[in-house]
């Protein structure tokens, strides 16, 4: 992995075979919406301040909201300086047509960098957005230039994703749950990264704290993001509410060095150890 570009101090990576370089954290949309305003605004506006260039969001976070903070924040030129990526819940023509004219004007832009199929989970979602007219939507939207980068997102099974990458449509990012306990538990990591570095696609690792849980199972902040943030990822969502939540990330992703081997089979087994039910990812499909 690429390590000596860095924006302020935050390393650098390709997103795939994009050409675009992001930092290694990315501002997570969810989180913002919790944050609500003003106080979600300051956030995004102080992370691109600090360097991040790496944008998170989704049609459906908290009815829109998410969507309307992000647009309000990247005014004032400071759309220009983020690599944007929210994500769509289409499984046919119009519905992802109407979810983007909206997402396009709640961020207040006229193209967005990346869009994603959101939240796969049910066994006939590949089939439905592939062949029902979706992708063809999101395929004539980059073409009409609302859009410049296709991919997907998923938490429940990473068979799911395998379905999508055996479609031959080149996507350009994937997105999935990256952390210690995946290693293990239907693992993303294992079975679809190494898919998408074949290919050059570009792999968005999220859930790095299992949703807080790895904090409850003993696990500190440094060593659940190094962990996620030393897999062949290329950026990883983090879900800021605070400002100091954001500090700590800023700090964590400035002092990033990569987590050898040993060490990071020493995480996994702590993991198991403290998780032998497979708990902690409690969002993965049963």
Request: proline share 4%; glycine share 12%.
């Amino acid at each position: 992995m690429e390590r000596d570009e860095k924006r302020n101090g935050i390393p650098t990576r390709e997103i795939g075979s994009t050409g675009e370089r992001v930092t290694i954290i990315g501002v997570g949309g969810f989180h913002i919406g919790s944050a609500g305003r003003p106080l979600g605004v300051r956030i995004i506006r102080q992370a691109i301040d600090e360097g991040v260039n790496f944008c998170d969001n989704a049609w459906c976070y908290h009815r829109g909201e998410s969507e309307r903070i992000m647009g309000e924040a990247l005014g004032d030129g400071y759309r220009g300086q983020v690599f944007l990526m929210t994500k769509n819940h289409g499984r046919d023509g119009d519905t992802f047509r109407t979810q983007l004219e909206e997402s396009l004007r709640r961020l207040q832009t006229d193209v967005i960098d990346l869009v994603q199929f959101h939240d796969l989970r049910q066994p006939n979602e590949p089939a439905r957005i592939l062949h029902g007219g979706a992708l063809e939507a999101a395929i004539a939207a980059r073409e009409e230039g609302k859009l410049r980068f296709i991919g997907f997102t998923g938490h429940y099974s990473p068979a799911l994703h395998a379905e999508m990458l055996a479609h031959p449509h080149p996507w350009d990012a994937v997105q999935m749950p990256i952390n210690v306990r995946d290693a293990e538990d239907r693992s993303f990591a294992c079975q679809i990264l190494p898919i998408l570095r074949a290919r050059g696609i570009g792999a968005i690792g999220m859930k790095s704290l299992a949703g807080g849980r790895l904090l409850r199972a003993g696990f500190t902040p440094e060593e659940a993001l190094g962990y996620a943030l030393s897999q062949p990822i290329d950026v990883l969502v983090t879900g800021i509410d605070s400002l100091e939540i954001l500090s700590q990330n800023l700090r964590i992703a400035r002092a990033f060095h990569y987590v050898e081997e040993g060490e990071q089979e020493a995480l996994i087994g702590r993991a198991e150890e403290a998780d032998p039910e497979c708990s902690l990812e409690y969002y993965k499909a049963s």
